[in-house]
């Protein structure tokens, strides 16, 4: 999942937050600005009202009450007047008689009387905004009007009421536009607010995040400290001051795993080798005691690594078979000396108790968790199989057949034709090449032998390198092992 950057969560952040009080700041200015349209218009109705009741007066003391009519009308067109109505109170209509111009008193002209204060009703949802005032008229001694001198009444009593409807569109276009224009500022110090952060995080946090994080990793890599006078601010240049310390510390802990790694690998190196070493050594040791020719494990080791290298197996593998080669016949310590070593013929029992080396050999090695033990358990097993079937111990056939064991199967017996025994002289070259192409397919796999007669020279090279001086001591041992191909040569027989 991919996870937002700073500066996403930045501003979404900020401008929820800046969206919610934008809103709230927007309601609370449209209520505040709503009470305080309605004061104005309250203010205008009112001072409409003072304007008629004054001129009434006027009227009234003038004796020419018969323009009323005419004044209301004018009062009207100049000040967006839908409507007035003059209301008589009772001490009036006491003293005068009732008006046929006036207005009946409503439940809400009531009111304005009893209380003596104003009442208004503002209609600001309609199509037509409007606000109804019914202001009170009352006498007073007070101002340039004194109702005592016309009115028999005592001060504070309640002459009439003015009724008036005014429209007050203008006042609602105004507070519309009004209303607008902090809509239209506050949306733009809401985007004046982000730019501003989102250049704030892109300055002084991402640029300098991203900068510390790649000046880190060429410090690390180069060895070289972080310079924290590049940040210009204290958290980062902290920050890069504690990844100096940091780096510093990985840096001398690596520099001591690097030692402990080598270390390691010297000791596994020299484990390693000593244990090719005593593989090698028990090789060695079972030549002995076979009184096999000289050098036959040295050369078996030899042919075996040449051969795996050329068929192209990995070079782990190649190791493996090499070291491993040498305890191919290291069953024989547990074959009895009455049978390895006699000089004439095996009897059938005798040589059924020799091919028992190959188990006794597997049983020995195992057990080890050891990969060069484990290789050459199989070896030990598997070389005398036979790639038609008719090998020991299990008769296996084919690839069934571990290519370790073919490998040091094909090899151990080149090396005993081309090695001289006390039962036959050594093979020459083109007689152990014919022989063993004949048995390629029988006795050996086909793609093994056709290496191996490619490489042949090199084969050679090897067993020269390596020979033996003669089969002093030798038995027969090693062709009843081998088996009983009967196969004839110019200087002897061998029993492969």
């Given at each position: ?86 209301i ?14 006036e207005?009946?008193m409503?439940?809400?002209a ?11 009703i ?55 536009w ?7 500022a ?60 940091f ?7 690596q520099?001591?795993?690097?030692q ?17 070493e ?6 060695v ?31 782990r593998?190649v ?20 049978i ?46 036979k ?33 001289r ?38 084969f050679?090279?090897?067993g020269a ?22 196969v ?9």
């Open positions: 999942m991919l996870k937002p950057s700073i500066k996403t969560v930045t501003t979404k952040k900020l401008l929820t937050f800046l969206i919610l009080a934008a809103v709230m700041m927007t309601v609370v200015i449209a209520f505040n600005f709503r009470a305080l349209s309605h004061n104005i218009v309250k203010n205008e109705a009112t001072a409409v009202s003072e304007i008629i009741k004054a001129g009434l007066t006027a009227h009234m003391k003038a004796g020419i009450m018969d323009k009323r009519d005419y004044f209301l009308n004018e009062i009207k067109t100049a000040h967006d007047i839908n409507r007035i109505a003059i008589r109170g009772p001490a009036v209509n006491r003293q005068f008689g009732s008006g046929r111009l207005k009946e409503g439940p809400l009531e009111k304005v009387f009893r209380t003596r204060t104003p009442e208004f503002i209609d600001d949802f309609g199509a037509t905004p409007t606000i109804r005032a019914i202001i009170p008229y009352i006498a007073s001694m007070q101002g340039g009007l004194n109702c005592l001198g016309c009115h028999k009444v005592e001060e504070g009593t309640v002459l009439g009421a003015v009724d008036i409807e005014l429209d007050v569109t203008k006042y609602r276009t105004m507070a519309s009004i209303l607008m224009v902090l809509l239209v506050s949306l733009a110090l809401i985007l004046l607010i982000v730019m501003n952060t989102l250049r704030t995080v892109q300055v002084y946090i991402k640029d300098p995040l991203e900068s510390l994080i790649e000046r880190a990793r060429v410090a690390y890599e180069k060895h070289k400290p972080v310079n924290p006078e590049r940040f210009s601010t204290l958290e980062f240049e902290n920050v890069a001051k504690e990844i100096n310390l780096n510093r510390d990985i840096i001398a802990n520099e001591l795993l690097k402990l790694n080598h270390s390691l690998v010297e000791l596994n190196n020299e484990i390693e080798d000593t244990l090719r005593t593989v090698f050594t028990m090789g040791i079972e030549e002995q005691r076979s009184k096999e020719t000289k050098n036959h494990t040295r050369r078996v080791t030899e042919y075996s690594r040449l051969l795996a290298s050329r068929l192209g197996l990995p070079e593998d190791e493996l078979i090499a070291s491993a080669a040498p305890l191919h016949d290291i069953g024989k310590l547990g074959i009895p000396d009455e390895l070593l006699k000089p004439g013929k095996l009897s059938e029992k005798e040589f059924e108790a020799m091919q028992n080396h190959t188990a006794i050999g597997y049983s020995m090695l195992a057990h080890s968790e050891r990969d060069i033990l484990k290789a050459a358990a199989v070896i030990a097993h598997q070389h005398h199989e790639w038609d079937g008719t090998g020991y111990p299990w008769g296996l056939q084919g690839e069934d057949i571990h290519i370790y064991g073919r490998i040091v199967g094909l090899v151990d017996v080149f090396d005993a034709l081309l090695s025994r006390h039962y036959k002289a050594a093979w020459p070259l083109d007689e152990v090449v014919a022989w063993i192409k004949k048995e390629s397919g029988r006795h050996f796999d086909p793609a093994l032998v056709d290496v191996l007669l490619e490489n042949v020279d090199e050679a090279a090897i390198r390596y020979g033996s001086n003669g089969g002093e001591g030798e038995n027969s041992a090693k062709a009843a092992d081998a088996g009983a191909a009967g004839s040569a110019p200087t002897g027989s061998f029993q492969k």
